[in-house]
């Protein structure tokens, strides 16, 4: 006799499947936690596909011709008919590895069980009408396991798993899509393309209409090799044909997932389902920047000291970069991080870029009548340089800055044309989790942003200038006299 506790069940835990198909993460489980062994899994596609791990898919087949009576029609789905010895091709060819299927253009008979390895005395060889759905595809990569992940190239189907529970070869399934029995969910997001910024409105629906219990949202976003997870949790009762949504802005790729647990048979039933969208970056006008620029003098410092920082290395007078002169390229752009929705935390630049000021200043030091260039009256110094600069030396120490500023000006214009700056500054997104900023060892928001500003402009920008200003040694400015400092700033 059977066995009540030996009773097998198949769910789909994931899907993320579309009209091409894709992922699903299956789970067999058995009544009281009986061991399962031997499992084998199937997919039966609506229509001919393929399946993921399936090394030898069968080919088209006109008649089966079971070896053994079938189960009950009112036991299993009407979909496939499940036998517990092998099902042979009229030419007595195996076509299925130790268990197969039949699928049935119409399930009209109920047949007891037989576990005779032949036709019940007196019954005609039984062929089953040519059918255009394809035959069960075996998933070998999930031979022997109880849960198993696997890809599918079809929306919808049945999956199949047959295994022994306490001796018992038993057998359960799973539909994929909205036909069939058992309670589906689906998620689906608009518009159909995302534009990064732009609101996306995540749809979770029970299928067919029932009450549910919404549980939770989650979006996984990435970016790069940056990856993060967002969960909202709901826990809310919902109405049956009441919809759930989940809207924000699009800013990463994302997938995201909706959990629902519904009432089958009055047992709690989970159901989760997830849709992936695919940013597609913003189209904004090129950046560019033109020269030569008129060098001007920082009379209000704003961007250099009024005393310049000079200091002695091995006796000689030096000046820092900037001291002398400095070639401003600024970037200015507004960021904003998402409040709401799968991209919850994701910041990103909300607008097209500008280059608010793209100049050169000098320092007021180089100036005639400065009160620091005044002080430079020249004359013998005791020591190396043998000179204190004089009037002629500062003139021709702003003309080796000047060459050195235009150099920077000019590398910063070849590099605006050979790089999408613009292009650079949309795609700049990071993650930061706001509600944990100013909590011990919390993020530091101006340093992630910084780290995000160098990884699409400033490390490269500053590189290229380094290399082609600094290192080339064309453009080194040389102090060859000792200055003269004001009182208190010798």
Not at 36 to 48: E, H, K, Q
Not at 98 to 116: C, K, Q, W
Not at 409 to 416: G, L, M, S
């Amino acid at each position: 006799g059977n066995d009540s506790t030996a009773i097998l069940q198949l769910a789909i835990l994931e899907s993320d499947v579309g009209p091409l198909g894709g992922p699903v993460k299956l789970a067999a489980t058995a009544k009281n936690a009986a061991p399962i062994a031997g499992a084998r899994w199937y997919f039966v596609p609506d229509s001919v596909g393929s399946i993921e791990g399936d090394t030898t898919p069968p080919a088209p087949v006109a008649a089966l011709v079971p070896q053994s009576a079938v189960a009950a029609a009112s036991e299993l789905p009407a979909i496939q008919r499940i036998a517990d010895t092998l099902w042979r091709l009229p030419s007595g060819e195996v076509v299925g590895p130790g268990i197969h299927f039949v699928r049935e253009p119409v399930a009209t008979e109920t047949t007891a069980l037989n576990a005779s390895p032949t036709l019940p005395s007196g019954s005609a060889r039984r062929e089953v009408a040519p059918s255009s759905a394809a035959l069960p595809q075996s998933i070998n990569a999930c031979d022997d396991q109880v849960s198993c992940g696997t890809r599918v190239d079809r929306p919808t189907g049945t999956f199949l798993v047959v295994a022994r529970v306490n001796g018992q070869l038993l057998s359960a399934s799973a539909r994929l899509g909205a036909a069939g029995a058992g309670p589906t969910l689906s998620v689906t997001y608009t518009p159909a393309q995302q534009v990064r910024g732009d609101p996306v409105t995540c749809t979770a629906e029970v299928t067919p209409q029932m009450p549910y219990r919404m549980i939770e949202w989650k979006g996984e976003g990435s970016a790069g090799t940056e990856a993060h997870e967002t969960v909202e949790t709901v826990g809310a009762d919902k109405a049956a044909g009441e919809r759930s949504t989940w809207m924000g802005p699009a800013i990463v790729n994302t997938r995201v997932t909706a959990t629902v647990q519904v009432s089958v048979n009055g047992q709690p039933q989970p159901l989760t389902a997830s849709a992936t969208y695919t940013v597609t970056p913003r189209v904004w006008p090129r950046l560019t920047l033109s020269g030569p620029l008129v060098p001007q003098v920082d009379v209000a410092h704003t961007e250099i000291a009024v005393y310049l920082p000079f200091f002695e290395v091995a006796g000689r007078d030096t000046s820092p970069e900037g001291a002398l002169g400095i070639t401003s390229v600024t970037p200015r752009y507004h960021i904003s991080n998402v409040s709401e929705g799968p991209n919850t935390n994701w910041f990103y630049v909300t607008s097209p870029v500008t280059v608010t000021d793209f100049a050169i200043y000098t320092s007021t030091a180089l100036e005639p009548g400065d009160p620091f260039y005044a002080l430079q009256t020249g004359g013998r110094y005791n020591g190396s340089p043998s000179h204190y600069c004089s009037a002629r030396d500062m003139n021709a120490l702003k003309a080796q800055v000047l060459v050195h500023e235009q150099a920077h000006a000019q590398t910063a214009i070849q590099y605006y044309q050979q790089h999408d700056v613009q292009a650079d500054f949309e795609a700049m997104v990071y993650y930061v989790d706001v509600s944990q900023i100013g909590q011990p060892g919390g993020p530091n928001a101006p340093a992630i942003e910084a780290a995000a500003f160098d990884a699409v402009y400033g490390t490269a920008f500053g590189n290229i200038q380094n290399q082609t200003v600094h290192q080339s040694g064309r453009y080194r400015v040389t102090l060859s006299c000792k200055m003269r400092y004001p009182a208190g700033h010798e």
